[in-house]
């Protein structure tokens, strides 16, 4: 190594190398300040957006910016002219502090690091300020589309408030017509509720003001949709049955009307409130039940949604009841009918209940009927359906009955012209006219309607036929 170091023909060439390596470090380090100038470029940019700063958009609104783009020449280094885009630039006006009208301003340039900004045109730019005016609107809701059923929307609540704050310029205040929010109801059948609706500011004509600001922007909106409404009696019915030796006093409804709301077609096909159902299986003593109420079927909703019942018990007592006459229905015609057993039609039955209940009924509080639609003639064993007063129940579970039909022809037949005429008596003896205008009235040919003459002794009591028949459809 001591060799090459001491040979001077080495240290020449070692020389000049350094000699170059300094002169290529100082002519192409651009921050060196004796940089050449022949390592320096320039780049024009034709169309920079001018901005502007220092406006109080509360106060002011910008009418005019004159020019809004301008031409610049930077200068620099190729490669920071080349590492810098159009956005490194930024050409813009200072309003800060500028009155309302007209004014001339000077614009300012800020650049890339490096980069030197030698030309800008124009240096200057028009700018007009407007005087700017809050007033106080109130909201107008439009609807849109139809609810479902022919169902009507209600007037729209605004929330927070019906009233907004507008900022416009003034020259532009006076064209404000209205601020409305839109909501479609289309096909809706309950209360549409528009949490964040936009609100739109509209000039006279009718056109979007674009410029409106609106404080706030989105209002909260609700459209009730209102439901034609009826107003029903409550019908409380009763399903299983109460433990052993239990019987209802009384049932209470805190109300006992209820409003249910639908379509009216609807409505139309009720005339009380069923869908009360109280499960006496579930009733071990007196006291208050409540039940949540459904609408019935086509209906929307009913109210309340819940009901109270106060419910008394007691321990139950039975009752005989003689003599209750039973009524036919249901018989053809042409047909007469008899019963066998019971004899007369009346029949004795059992019931049970509480003792105030059963103390305040008779035998004009119960219906038997007896359903003799479809029978033939002959004998048949029926079963007779029993209307009992509320809180009452038959201690027998099935009430029966033996009748008899009879075909009315073979009763009444005519008198033939073999058969003598018994003398006339003109004295008026019931043997004579008396005895055929009794079975005329006795055995027609519908039996079926002398039970709805109740009572009637003029016209059901000239003969024993007659008489039979009103006991079974009359209940004699």
Do not use: C
């Not at 940019?45 to 020449?73: C, F, N, T, W």
């Not at 009720?270 to 459904?294: C, H, M, P, Q, R």
């Not at 009924?361 to 209307?387: Q, V």
Request: proline share 7%; hydrophobic share 35%.
């Amino acid at each position: 190594m001591d060799k090459w170091l001491n040979n001077p023909n080495i240290l020449k060439v070692v020389s000049v190398l350094l000699a170059v390596l300094l002169w290529a470090t100082v002519h192409f380090d651009p921050q060196t300040p004796g940089a050449v100038t022949s390592t320096m470029d320039t780049k024009e940019y034709g169309a920079i957006k001018v901005q502007v700063e220092g406006l109080d958009a509360s106060k002011h609104d910008l009418r005019l910016l004159e020019p809004s783009v301008v031409r610049i020449m930077a200068k620099g280094s190729f490669s920071d002219l080349l590492a810098a885009s159009e956005d490194d630039y930024k050409v813009y006006v200072d309003v800060s502090g500028i009155k309302d009208g007209h004014h001339i301003l000077p614009l300012r340039v800020k650049g890339p690091k490096r980069v030197e900004i030698i030309e800008l045109s124009p240096a200057r730019v028009s700018v007009q300020l407007e005087p700017l005016e809050t007033r106080a609107f109130d909201v107008q809701v439009t609807t849109t589309g139809t609810p479902a059923n022919d169902y009507k929307a209600g007037p729209p609540v605004v929330r927070p408030g019906s009233r907004v704050q507008v900022t416009l310029p003034t020259d532009y205040m006076e064209q404000v017509g209205s601020v409305r929010a839109a909501v479609s109801i289309d096909k809706e059948e309950n209360t549409v509720t528009e949490k964040r609706v936009r609100l739109v500011v509209y000039d006279k004509s009718g056109a979007e003001i674009p410029k409106a600001v609106v404080e706030p922007s989105t209002v909260e909106i609700e459209v009730p949709i209102n439901k034609p409404a009826k107003q029903l009696p409550l019908r409380i019915s009763y399903t299983g049955s109460l433990p052993s030796g239990l019987s209802l006093v009384s049932v209470q409804p805190q109300v006992d009307k209820v409003t249910v709301y639908g379509p009216q077609t609807e409505l139309n096909k009720y005339d009380y409130f069923d869908n009360v159902v109280v499960n006496l299986s579930s009733i071990k003593e007196s006291g208050a039940l409540t039940l949540e109420l459904k609408p019935m079927n086509g209906l929307a909703a009913v109210s309340p949604d819940k009901i109270t019942l106060n419910i008394e018990v007691t321990p139950y007592e039975t009752r005989t009841l003689p003599q209750i006459p039973i009524e036919v229905t249901g018989l053809s015609e042409g047909l007469e009918s008899k019963f066998i057993t019971p004899e007369g039609g009346r029949l004795d039955i059992q019931v049970r209940g509480a003792p105030s209940n059963l103390a305040e009924i008779g035998a004009k509080d119960f219906k038997l009927t007896a359903d003799l639609s479809g029978l033939a003639p002959g004998k048949h064993t029926i079963s007779i359906e029993a209307s009992l007063p509320s809180f009452v129940e038959l201690a027998d579970s099935k009430l029966t009955a033996v009748v008899e039909i009879i075909d009315s022809k073979e009763t009444n037949a005519p008198v033939t012209d073999d058969e003598e005429e018994p003398p006339t008596d003109h004295s008026g003896d019931p043997k004579g006219n008396g005895s055929n205008n009794g079975s005329n009235n006795g055995s027609g040919t519908h039996p079926g309607n002398q039970g709805n003459h109740e009572g009637n002794d003029t016209d059901t009591g000239s003969n024993s036929n007659s008489l039979d028949n009103g006991r079974k459809h009359s209940g004699g």
